[in-house]
T-cell receptor
């Protein structure tokens, strides 16, 4: 079975400071990894994904994520946070080598960026 | 980018009535769509996988007779909540993926259902 853990319910950061939202995963095969963002009363927006290749993946709105196979992590990062980045962030995983096409989501981390 | 349209964005209905939610992929064909339910301050729970031209695949614990799914075309899937009860009140989100298996899921904006 595949699973995702987001250990922080909320992350607080001041505008202009770097941010990190943590994610660890567990799959039996090779992972597809995704980050999504959700604004209030809206669906999820795709930020970035990792399938193969460079461990540092760049995505939308200046976000990036680093895949670390040994630590089974895929932390989301941004060098300089904006107040408008405040939202709910979900990490998700899909087993690349399995036949199932379902995504498994983490419980979400609320990012609060303040002035 | 790919767009998924979900309608309505919110609905209020009385107990015992049925509500239909539509999910459309606007600029691509989606042989598979997914329906999720999200409780307050919780993650997304996959309810079912909607397959074009065939029966939906429901997750364990989801009542297929209560949550009817129809995927009549490559661009439209519907979720009907039958005989709704207050405990069905939730945020329902659909998603679709292009046929390329490497593609991410694209989500609709969700439907806030309130059953009174």
């Amino acid at each position: 079975a595949q699973s995702v853990a987001q250990p922080e319910d909320q992350v607080n950061v001041a505008e202009g400071n770097p941010l990190t939202v943590k994610c660890t995963y567990s799959v039996s095969g090779n992972p597809y990894l995704f980050w999504y963002v959700q604004y209030p009363n809206r669906g999820l927006q795709f930020l970035l994904k990792y399938i193969t290749g460079d461990n540092l993946v760049k995505g939308s709105y200046g976000f990036e994520a680093e895949f670390n196979k040994s630590q089974t992590s895929f932390h989301l990062k941004k060098p300089s946070a904006l107040v408008s980045d405040s939202a709910l962030y979900f990490c998700a995983v899909r087993d690349l080598t399995g036949t199932a096409s379902k995504l498994t989501f983490g419980t979400g981390t609320r990012l609060q960026v303040t002035l | 980018g790919a767009v998924v349209s979900q309608h309505p964005s919110w609905v209020i209905c009385k107990s015992g009535t049925s509500v239909k939610i539509e999910c459309r992929s606007l600029d691509f064909q989606a042989t598979t769509m997914f329906w999720y339910r999200q409780f307050p301050k919780q993650s997304l729970m996959l309810m079912a996988t909607s397959n074009e031209g065939s029966k939906a695949t429901y997750e364990q614990g989801v009542e297929k007779d209560k949550f009817l799914i129809n995927h009549a075309s490559l661009t439209l899937s519907t979720l009907t909540v039958t005989s709704a009860h207050p405990e069905d009140s939730s945020f329902y989100i659909c998603s679709a993926r292009r046929q390329n298996k490497d593609s991410p899921l694209h989500f609709g904006n969700g439907t806030r259902l309130t059953v009174t």
